[in-house]
C-alpha cells in the first residue's frame, strides 16, 4: 500500500486517482500509524513552503515522515519535492525536510513568465530506476514559481526555462522528488508513477 500524506495542501485526489488507474493500493491519510505501515509514502503538495511546514510540524507528522523516507520509497510532488529539502526562502527563511541536501528560491531569470507552467521536456543528468521504460523525448506539466538549488549529485533530471531546472531530485537512497506533476503529465508521469510504485517490491 502506497500512503499518501493529507496534510490540508492539496492535489492529493488527482494522485489518488492516478494510482488507482495505475492499479495500485492507495490510501489518503494522516494517521502515523497508517505511514508507517505502508510499502511505499507519497507527500504531496501545492501553496506556500512555511504553511505547509506548519501544517506538517502541526500535525505532528515531520518525524513520522524522516523515518520512513530511511526505509520505504518516498516521493515527494511539487511543493512535496520542496518540502525534502534543507531550507527555502519563500517569503521567509524555512527550515525543511532535510532529507535532500540543498535550498529552495524564486525563479529569477530575467524575462521569464512567473508561475512557470506548462509542458517541458525532460532532461536525463543522471539513471533513475524512476524512468524506466521512458523515451528521449518525454514532456512534463509544472505550476510553479520557485525552484532547487542542490549538487549534481542530488539531480536525476532537469528542464530549460531560462537555465537548469530540477525536475527530479533525490538522496541516493529511498528519498525522490518531482517539481512537475506526474499525475497531471499524461502517459510519462504515469510511466514515472508506475516505476515508483514497482520500488516496493
Same mark, same amino acid.
Given at each position: ?13 488527482? !494522485? ?24 511505499? !509514502? ?122 537548469? !531546472? ?36
Amino acid at each position: 500500500m502506497i500512503a499518501i500524506i493529507d496534510y490540508g495542501a492539496g492535489n492529493i485526489f488527482s !494522485v489518488k486517482n492516478a494510482l488507482d488507474h495505475l492499479g495500485c493500493e492507495s490510501r489518503l491519510t494522516d494517521k502515523k500509524e497508517e505511514i508507517e505501515k505502508a510499502d511505499a !509514502v507519497i507527500l504531496p503538495g501545492v501553496g506556500a513552503f512555511p504553511w505547509a511546514m506548519n501544517m506538517l510540524r502541526q500535525s505532528g507528522l515531520v518525524e513520522v515522515i524522516k523515518d520512513s523516507a530511511k526505509s520505504k520509497p518516498f516521493m515527494g510532488i511539487c511543493l512535496g519535492m520542496q518540502l525534502l529539502f534543507e531550507k527555502s526562502f519563500e517569503f521567509e527563511e524555512c527550515e525543511g525536510l532535510g532529507l535532500v541536501e540543498g535550498y529552495v528560491d524564486r525563479i529569477t531569470d530575467p524575462g521569464l513568465i512567473i508561475p512557470h507552467m506548462g509542458w517541458n521536456k525532460l532532461e536525463i543528468s543522471q539513471q533513475s530506476p524512476l524512468f524506466k521504460g521512458l523515451g528521449e523525448d518525454e514532456y512534463v506539466y509544472f505550476v510553479h514559481s520557485y525552484k532547487a538549488f542542490c549538487e549534481d549529485k542530488n539531480l536525476y533530471s532537469y528542464v530549460e526555462y531560462g537555465s537548469k !531546472v530540477p525536475a527530479v531530485v533525490g538522496d541516493g537512497k529511498f528519498v525522490y522528488g518531482c517539481q512537475f506533476h506526474p499525475e497531471k503529465s499524461g502517459k510519462t508521469g504515469l510511466k514515472i508513477l508506475e516505476s515508483f510504485a514497482a520500488m516496493r517490491a
